[in-house]
T-cell receptor, first 114, second 114 residues
């Protein structure tokens, strides 16, 4: 158990809908990262938050947005869903070990868009 | 350009034998970190081992060791005394010094045979 929690574990929805994925980082971790894992794109970085502020952005679609709240949990919002958004979405939080940030991943949310 | 290359899509290994998973990387940074993660069929991403670019010794963590050859830009993972529970997908990842995200390879599937 990495200490990172994600809910829900599975999500099935229809095209055009909007969903929210939730992540709670490990205790004390200020950074939260979101990744998308799909068969065709592999593991792709979406966005990072540090202590409530957006720090880095990857190839995140405009239909996707995220935020980190004062209690450090984060939410990833996906709207106008398309079939191609079906993927495993991971949240990770980081802790500095040996001089670098090691990212620990949550169990993921498997999103299926029908 | 691909930052992390894992050329072995799948490998079979006999229980109790060692297996080496290849990983090459591409960066112009002098300071970077290399990571290996394990993804079992259940889907979670498990951190295994880390190697810093300035580390002189190869990293080891239990049955995992990282064969780091900086000049060749390779960071191969060695799993010794394979166990059935080692059957999983293994990902090599890199974090460059000015980048917060992890860049992942395509992964290698390892199947351990009894």
């Amino acid at each position: 158990d990495s200490g990172v929690t994600q809910t829900p574990k599975h999500l099935i929805t229809a095209t055009g809908q909007r969903v929210t994925l939730r992540c709670s980082p490990r205790s004390g971790d200020l950074s939260v990262y979101w990744y998308q894992q799909s068969l065709d794109q592999g593991l792709q970085f979406l966005i990072q938050y540090y202590n409530g502020e957006e720090r880095a952005k990857g190839n995140i679609l405009e239909r996707f947005s995220a935020q980190q709240f004062p209690d450090l949990h984060s939410e990833l919002n996906l709207s106008s869903l398309e079939l191609g958004d079906s993927a495993l979405y991971f949240c990770a939080s980081s802790v500095v070990t040996g001089g670098t940030d090691t990212q620990y991943f949550g169990p993921g949310t498997r999103l299926t868009v029908l | 350009a691909q930052k992390i290359t894992q050329t072995q899509p799948g490998m079979f290994v006999q229980e109790k034998e060692a297996v080496t998973l290849d990983c090459t990387y591409d960066t112009s940074d002098q300071s970077y970190g290399l990571f290996w993660y394990k993804q079992p069929s259940s889907g979670e991403m498990i951190f295994l081992i880390y190697q810093g670019s300035y580390d002189e010794q190869n990293a080891t963590e239990g049955r995992y060791s990282l064969n780091f050859q900086k000049a060749r830009k390779s960071a191969n993972l060695v799993i010794s005394a394979s166990q059935l529970g080692d059957s999983a997908m293994y990902f090599c990842a890199m974090r460059e010094v000015e980048d917060y995200k992890l860049s992942f390879g395509a992964g290698t599937t390892v199947t351990v045979r009894a």
